[in-house]
């Protein structure tokens, strides 16, 4: 691992951790291989680091434009895709473009989709800027929006070209959406390993803190994790990248039961894992102390394990049923067995559920 | 080749066909793996087969259902995709079905795109009823909508698990539907294939008459001609599947100028052919005596030569630009040499491209 650059090949694209990406530039200018870039961002992010990436390619052969669209979750639909071909069919872009997704885990799926259709597919670069798009949206080509039936309900598997992670950006980020991010890092270390979860028990303080060492190699693991997955199960054919939905059932129902707004991504999946590890416990699958272990961390970082006040168990059900991991209509979950290690449990009975739900409310 | 049922696999899915539906009920349930199938057709062809297809899965453990929407190529757009993924979302199907399309070129070109977008992607089959669907839209798994900015810009590259096509089909379709087909017909053997060309000119009387004989080997015909281009160069990667384009530059800026309803593709594409063919004789790339030919091959086809009265040269190249096939601006157009053989004709001057459109005016 050197100390500033980190390209990680497990896939065919590379995935590039830097940190101060003023000294970057020609990682950008390498990876490029078309005259004009796109970057599409939100209003937010555009304040902050437009600017900056823009005067990359300064000096350069490349042309940049930019489309901004509104901050949140509830924009990411199939209305914002259709504006953004327009504007893309207005400029008349041809197919030998790339598209910059410059943000978090929206900004990304949007911009990944609209690079999978647009003329049916061209290049497209992510540069994640939340922690959570940093450890797991950017990577693994799955992009997509929501509809108000349901979660990520449209959207297809398209690579980007690289995936650039500057650890910088997350100086700015909202203390609520860093907390957001470590929902998917805690995620993969139930799931996968062990002694990741055991580091981040003893490391969380520093997390939190955004100390240069712990987030460094949080991301890295968390990139290194994913991609491996990712590498043997690209398209969700056998069950192993299913096992990265953990948490996301009811994380899911949370989302789409509250339109898009109130709860960020990794607090419902928080709640779904949470919920999850409950159920695994009544299974007695997970032991107790373990359960706890996990619901402790969770509390450590911020997160909630509690769902929305007005969600009764029977909207998580009504959502689950209508999961993308279901064949048919048999409710599947991924639980842990024990930390570090899960398991698709088949055929889950609606009354074990009900009662993880309530417990925890 | 067998007399009643053809089957091609020179790519990686079966495309089948056949001749008279009716005995052929194994085919279907041979190729479909899941246990629901929702069948997308439109209200004209509902009236003509949909019982026919509902029928063949009686007495099965399948479930048929279907989803009607309006006929017309104005309608193969995004906010038809929008409608067609919230009824599949309403009445909570899985990944776990198989869409059908059961129509010509429209419909297969909507179902095929819902199908790569829905849930991240389920099976389809094509069903092509029209002549211009079983020789071409059906087969190559380009998927897509139309933008009011322009033909096709939004779609994928999706992969059909099977393409069924019932030679019978053709015998309740419209003979201006049936010519718009030849369109594409007499595209291959120009671009591809002399001995098929000098095949049309003995035998075109007899296929615009739906003679038996000679449809089954045109469609067969066409069918290997596409599947060979499509499985040495699936993506468009190479210069080899955009030969297919020939005639589609001039074909798309007709369909867009008439805001995709008076004009059929398969008119359009004639009209491309027939300017592209000129340019050549322009540029000395074909003789007259074979451009005369392909002129009047597609007269004899009831297929028109001149554009919509009101488009000036300068509308077709506004729209020229915005070409998928164009990289950085330049205009690249697929040119004839001679019958049989085609080239990409780079960086073309408008000048040339203006007189041959006056010309056939
Ligand atoms: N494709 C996948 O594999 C995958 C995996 C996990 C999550 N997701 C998706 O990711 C989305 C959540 O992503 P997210 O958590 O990054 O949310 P987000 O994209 O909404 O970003 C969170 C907020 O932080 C702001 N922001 C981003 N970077 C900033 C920065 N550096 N400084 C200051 N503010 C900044 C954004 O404007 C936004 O308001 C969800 O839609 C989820 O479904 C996708
Ligand atoms: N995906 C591809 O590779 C590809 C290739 C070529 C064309 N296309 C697309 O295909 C479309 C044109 O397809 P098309 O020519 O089949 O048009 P179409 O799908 O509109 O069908 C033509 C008309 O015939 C009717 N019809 C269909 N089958 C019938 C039958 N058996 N009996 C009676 N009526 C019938 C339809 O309802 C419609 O009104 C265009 O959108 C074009 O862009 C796609
Ligand atoms: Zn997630
Ligand atoms: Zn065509």
Known sequence: MTKYCITINDVNYPVKIIKNLYHKINIFKQLISTKQIIIITNKTIKTFYLKTIKNIFKNTVI?????????????????????????????KYTKNITLLALGGGVIGDITGFVASIYKRGVQFIQVPTTLLSQVDSSIGGKV?????????????????????????????????????????????SIILDKAFFN???????????????????????????K???????EKEKKSLRTLLNFGHTFGHAIETYMCYGTWLHGEAISVGIAIATKISELKKQITSKEA???????????????GPFEMKPNHYITYMINDKKNINNKINLILPISIGKSIIYQNIDIKTITLAISYLK
């Open 63 to 91: 042309k940049i434009d930019s489309i901004i669209i509104p901050d949140g979750e509830k924009y990411k639909n199939l209305s914002i895709i259709n504006n953004i071909i327009t504007k893309l069919l207005k400029k």
């Open 227 to 233: 991609l491996k997955i990712v590498s043997i199960d």
């Open 292 to 306: 706890n272990r996990i619901i402790t961390l969770l509390k450590q970082a911020h997160l909630p394990i509690k």
């Open 199 to 225: 580091w981040l028990e003893n490391n969380i303080n520093l997390l939190l803190q955004l100390n240069k060492e712990a987030i460094e190699y949080c991301v890295y693991k968390c990139c290194k994790l």
């Open 144 to 188: 997509g929006v929501n509809h108000i039936l349901g979660k990520n309900m449209i959207g297809t598997f398209y690579k980007p070209t690289s995936v650039i992670i500057n650890l910088d950006f997350l100086k700015t980020l909202p203390k609520r959406e860093l907390y957001s991010g470590f929902a998917e890092v805690i995620k993969y």
